[in-house]
């Protein structure tokens, strides 16, 4: 990382770096208006002091240019690439270089087959075709999120967008984890049996609760569908079966329409229907009150996106750096606080700032 130790704003951190984790709103950040390099520089020059440790020399240019261009592009610098770089005697010629690089057909492909990985792990041929054009087009991070939720295959710009939720959909409980991890860095799994027996913050409810969004979808031949009704039970380790809600990982509750078991006539009419769907091949029309998204209306809030935000920031500081600020990536949560707090709270809610663009917090972290 690049040396930047202008503003002294972290001498604050120091502070609370020692007397552990605080809550979010005590947390001291530095200004909006700083650029996620210095931000990033300051920060760790921070935790080096508060910890004693005397940080690594900084790469040459040499092994500094091959490392980046692996980060962006996925592969080593060509020889035009040395050539143009070692002849460059800008003092800022690592910044040029690096908008070079996310301006490039290489850095979308590479993006692209780094996301369909993440939010896969397994090749999907159709999701990358869609995520190819996605980062090609400088989609936000919650306009990817909306598309791969609501799903729509009728569109040509989310042509593909369904071979997100489409392989778990026959698996509700798969897909209601799969989301909270890659969405909100959050595995709600151990929540399914029982209130997660070692972190207090995760209860039955919250994994239903975030269930009940998908409970309603289904597949119609190659389309996924939306159900007007459907509820979710489940049955708590004490007590008798209860009925789950429309709840998210913050605990905010919804109330959604259709939130009763469908009666016998509306079970006909919906079963008539599927068939007509299904024997015509066509996209069943949305529903008049997706709960998916609703889901994505929901995390997306003023209140309830910390989760949406950070999990994010989370994950591409891991990609870039070799760990992230929290860890493991699926273990946000009060009991796992991240190494540098008042940084990760910066970051998500700059990323937010920014319309939640990918490419420009990636090359605030490889300027850093």
């Known amino acids: 990382m690049n040396k930047r130790i202008e503003p002294l704003w972290f001498l604050p951190l120091l502070a609370v770096f020692a007397a552990g984790l605080r809550g979010a709103d005590d947390l001291v950040l530095p200004p909006a208006s700083m650029s996620i390099p210095a931000v990033i520089d300051q920060a760790v020059e921070a935790g080096w002091k508060e910890r004693g440790i ?15 261009t692996l980060d962006l592009t996925g592969r080593i610098p060509t020889v035009p690439e040395v050539k143009a770089f070692t002849e460059d005697k800008s003092p800022n010629r690592r910044e040029i270089h690096i908008d070079r690089l996310i301006s490039s057909p290489a850095y979308v492909r590479h993006m692209a087959h780094e996301l369909e990985w993440y939010l896969m792990r397994e090749k999907s041929n159709s999701l990358l075709a869609y995520l190819n054009r996605a980062i090609g087009e400088k989609r936000g991070w919650d306009r990817i999120f909306r598309e791969l939720m609501v799903a729509n295959e009728s569109d040509a710009a989310t042509k593909g967008s369904s071979a997100y939720l489409k392989p778990k959909v026959r698996d509700l409980d798969r897909l209601t984890n799969d989301v909270s991890v890659a969405f909100f860095g959050v595995n709600v799994s151990c929540a399914q049996c029982h209130d997660h027996p070692l972190v207090q913050d995760w209860k039955q409810d919250h994994f239903y609760g975030l269930k009940s969004f998908f409970s309603r979808t289904f597949e119609v031949g190659e389309h996924l569908a939306e159900k007007e009704h459907g509820v979710v039970r489940f049955l708590p380790n004490k007590g008798k079966e209860k009925e789950a ?10 109330a959604m329409p259709g939130s009763s078991e469908a009666t016998k006539d509306q079970q006909k009419a919906e079963a008539k229907k599927i068939e007509e769907w299904k024997k015509s091949k066509t996209q069943p029309p949305a529903p008049t009150h997706s709960a998916r998204a609703r889901l ?16 994010m920031v989370n994950y591409l500081w891991y990609r870039m750096f070799g760990h992230g600020l929290v860890m493991p990536l699926d273990q946000m949560h009060s009991e796992n606080p991240p190494s540098h707090p008042e ?10 700032a920014h319309q939640y663009d990918i490419s420009r917090l990636i090359r605030g972290m490889v300027a850093s």
């Open 245 to 254: 809600g429309f709840m998210f990982l913050t605990g905010t509750k919804i």
């Open 54 to 68: 005397k940080p690594a020399s900084p790469a040459d240019d040499h092994t500094w240019l091959r490392r980046v």
């Open 343 to 352: 940084l990760l709270a910066w970051l998500a809610r700059d990323f937010a």
């Open 296 to 311: 994505v209306e929901l995390a997306l809030s003023a209140n309830d996106r910390d989760f949406f935000n950070k999990a």
